[in-house]
């Protein structure tokens, strides 16, 4: 099993432009999270979904948008890119019923210039 | 509100020193309590977790006890390792269930094992 991927790895955009980050899992779980990784700040919760076709707001959700159209992706639209958006962005999954126990990927950093 | 806070760093250790790094959380009633690893270049891997008082959760030579007294979580090894190094992570889970599916990460603490 592949658990959670993540594409890209790493990314460069400048202010004002488009990009969507790819999350893919392999353990067949509901519920999958969008978190950003910043200095000092722990991780935040972006969005998050508990089921194919449905999406939710995170702690920091502005400036980003989701979709969960297949069961096993769930992706992350950034529509017009800001430099306070430099990041390395988490993707994460977990069974409906112990959502404390997530499973992560890699990581894509983001840099916004 | 929920609130985890632990110990701030870095965190520099010798091979085969002791290790505490403190964590302790504000919730309402009695969340379930992890701990995250996070080494250079990764995301986030599960340690360990409690999920009710007096649980002590253990994994690869650590361990953190959950004490409902001092609503505290803190994570220990008797003896660490260079292969240790890495971002620790306090994590509290509400389990309140309903649309409530934000889990409260403390700000990570750094680790460094020296050989």
């Known amino acids: 099993n592949a658990g959670v991927t993540q594409t890209p790895k790493f990314r460069v955009l400048k202010t004002g432009q488009s990009m969507t980050l790819l999350c893919a899992q392999d353990?067949?779980?509901?519920?999958m999270y969008w978190y950003r990784q910043d200095p000092g700040m722990g991780l935040r919760l972006i969005h998050y979904?508990?089921?194919?076709?449905?999406?939710a707001k995170g702690e920091v959700p502005d400036g980003y948008n989701v979709s969960r159209l297949k069961k096993q992706n769930f992706l992350l639209g950034l529509e017009s890119a800001a430099p306070s958006q430099t990041s390395v962005y988490f993707c994460?999954?977990?069974?409906?019923?112990?959502?404390?126990?997530?499973?992560f990927g890699p990581g894509t950093r983001l840099l916004v210039l | 509100g929920n609130s985890v806070t632990q110990m701030e760093g870095p965190v520099t250790l010798s091979e085969e020193a002791f290790l505490t790094i403190n964590c302790t959380y504000t919730?309402?009633?009695?969340?379930?309590l992890f701990w995250y690893v996070q080494y250079p270049g990764e995301g986030l891997q599960l340690l360990l977790k409690?999920?009710?008082?007096?649980d002590k959760g253990s994994n690869k030579g650590f361990e953190a006890t959950y004490r409902k007294e001092t609503t505290s979580f803190h994570l220990e090894k008797g003896s660490v390792q260079v292969s240790d190094s890495a971002v620790y992570f306090c994590?509290?889970?509400?389990?309140?269930?309903?649309?409530?599916?934000?889990?409260?990460f403390g700000k990570g603490t750094l680790l460094t094992v020296n050989p």
């Open positions: 994460a999954s977990s069974w409906g019923q112990a959502v404390g126990t997530q499973y």
């Open positions: 353990m067949n779980h509901e519920y």
């Open positions: 979904s508990v089921g194919e076709g449905t999406t």
């Open positions: 919730a309402t009633g009695y969340p379930s």
């Open positions: 409690a999920t009710k008082a007096d």
């Open positions: 994590v509290a889970d509400p389990k309140r269930g309903g649309s409530n599916y934000k889990l409260t």
